[in-house]
């Protein structure tokens, strides 16, 4: 660290201590034409170091000082802009240093100071946990950010090393899915700057296997251009749909949720007029979803992709059961969630939420008087001692509505039940949890949106099963059959809780280590693509803070 110094030495410590005991609630700290972004950390890590300079020696910068634009670069890696982080700012002001053939003023070595530390404490904080606070735009994102733990005195020993970038690749986020991500986001941005990608006219009739058409060259070039140079191998008729290019034009579909049918229709093409600037935003907005995440998920959970309609099932750190899921309709959207999976239910019945009970369930019981009877529905009124069934007939159904229906439905147990055979509780505040459906022949469909909210499983007793009888040893498999066919409504406790989270991505790596999409079905990306786009405000959001503390 830097010696004392008397005279200029004295007037740079005051005018660091000045800049930053500024209340900026009240007056934000300008440097160099743009605001600090870490006001607060950067005046706890000032004053630990007694008000002294990270970035120069009596005077002359020290050599990490010309390393930090570079370092600034690994945001653009990472999906984050590098000019947001005063970049091209204190370039201009690093060559000034150069090139001035006379002393530069306090002020202005200050600037570069303050400019050099708030760009790394603030990228610091942006890798670890995300640039963007998803609740400013994703109402529907309810997942507790972890808050940074380094101590000023960490912080202020990290940032000289190599420019402060050994700090910030220890803050990275640790999920092998998240480097998967940023390995795709170069290559994508390989692709974009190669060459205009010109849309292929999507209009026209179906291409179907042994076909010729004229758009057939353009695709063979799309495919070939995905797969990074890998040519479709072309039949001596260009035009010709042959079988090599069916099987590419399945494997595109495959990694695009499309129907894998081999026929080049306006989904598939829809899908491969996408450019690659596109997936570049696309990317990087996924990217930032797992910024929000904690370091770590845990050796054992429950993920649920709602985006991906699919749910992985991971214990001891491996993947143990893969399905496809349904989830929350547009209008009903699935929340972005994590809870404590406690208990399932065999032989659930099903207590119709209120605003289901309206919306839903009133419009078919006036179409159809049986319907109640049929589907094995009570009608009840009050709680517990007070419960009592009411006879559907003595019910004037046409005079209900939203503001009066003082009713309670209840399904039982049985075949035609919503919540089919078993219902997985992590209770929340959402009332949203994992169950098993009568409506196996939505699970054909590529995009599965059809639920209230709740998530749907493809085979719920091969995850009961699992939990009971693999996970942890609570009942055998011929109980669970036998309490399955007996029809009795059984809760069944997990002598420990299973995490659930319950996230949404558009685009991951699969194990194919091929880079995988999905329709943006909720309309959550453009929000947050915009936000990463606009330049940081400043001074920066009240969550960007450092521990106070000493090191052991």
Not at 27 to 45: E, F, N, Q, T
Not at 152 to 180: D, F, I, N
Not at 319 to 326: A, C, D, G, T
Request: negative net charge.
């Amino acid at each position: 660290m830097p010696v004392a110094w008397s005279g200029a030495g004295e007037t740079f410590r005051e005018e660091l201590r000045q800049r930053l005991e500024r209340p900026h609630e009240i007056d934000a700290v300008p440097v160099a034409g743009s605001m600090l972004m870490a006001h607060g950390p950067l005046r706890s890590v000032y004053e630990a170091n007694g008000w002294e300079p990270l970035w120069f020696e009596r005077l002359e910068p020290v050599d990490q000082l010309r390393q930090v634009p570079a370092t600034l670069e690994l945001a653009a890696s990472h999906g984050l802009e590098p000019d947001h982080y005063h970049r091209e700012a204190l370039t201009v002001a690093l060559q000034g240093l150069r090139s001035s053939s006379t002393p530069n003023s306090v002020p202005a070595l200050v600037d570069v100071e303050l400019m050099a530390t708030d760009a790394l404490l603030a990228l610091a904080h942006h890798l670890a946990h995300g640039r963007i606070d998803p609740e400013s735009i994703d109402p529907e994102w309810f997942i507790e950010r972890e808050q940074p733990t380094l101590t000023s005195s960490v912080m202020r020993h990290a940032l000289g090393g190599k420019g402060g970038r050994e700090l910030l690749e220890t803050l990275l986020p640790s999920h092998p899915a998240y480097h998967r991500l940023v390995e795709q986001l170069a290559l994508k941005r390989e692709l974009a700057d190669n060459g205009e990608w010109l849309a292929v006219d999507a209009a026209l009739p179906l291409i179907r296997p042994g076909d010729s058409d004229e758009r057939i060259p353009a695709i063979r070039r799309h495919l070939a251009r995905l797969e990074r140079g890998e040519a479709v191998p072309a039949d001596s008729k260009p035009q010709y749909f042959d079988d090599a290019l069916e099987q590419a034009v399945r494997a595109f579909q495959q990694r695009h949720g499309l129907a894998v049918d081999g026929i080049i229709g306006p989904q598939t093409l829809n899908a491969l007029n996408v450019p690659p600037t596109a997936r570049v935003e696309q990317l990087r907005a996924n990217l930032e979803r797992w910024r929000w995440l904690p370091q770590s998920l845990g050796e054992e959970y429950v993920l649920v992709n709602i985006a991906g309609f699919g749910m992985q099932v991971v214990s001891n750190g491996e993947e143990v059961m893969r399905q496809r899921v349904i989830v929350g309709q547009p209008y009903r959207r699935t929340p972005v969630f994590t809870g404590r999976m406690s208990y399932l239910v065999l032989n659930p019945s099903w207590e119709v939420p209120p605003r289901l009970a309206v919306r839903d369930q009133l419009p078919r019981i006036r179409a159809n008087p049986d319907y109640l009877a049929d589907m094995g529905f009570a009608v009840l009124q009050g709680w517990g001692a007070e419960e009592r069934r009411i006879d559907p007939a003595d019910v004037d159904w046409n005079s209900l509505s939203p503001r009066n229906f003082p009713y309670r439905l209840r399904q039982a147990p049985g075949p035609d039940n919503a919540l089919g055979r078993v219902k997985f509780m992590f209770p929340n505040r959402h009332n949203v949890y994992l169950h098993d459906t009568p409506a196996r022949e939505l699970f054909g469909q590529h995009e599965r949106a059809f639920s209230s909210g709740c998530i749907r499983l493809e085979d719920a007793d091969e995850l009961a099963r699992w939990l009971l009888t693999q996970r942890s040893d609570l009942m055998s498999k011929e109980r669970i059959e036998s309490t399955w066919n007996h029809g009795r409504e059984t809760t069944v406790r997990l002598d420990r809780h299973m995490p659930v989270y319950l996230l949404y991505w558009t685009a991951w790596v699969g194990d194919d280590n091929q880079v995988h999409f999905r329709r943006d079905i909720y309309q959550r990306d453009q929000r947050l693509i915009e936000a990463l786009n606009t330049p940081p405000p400043g001074p920066e959001s009240p969550d960007i803070t450092l521990t106070r503390g000493y090191d052991a």
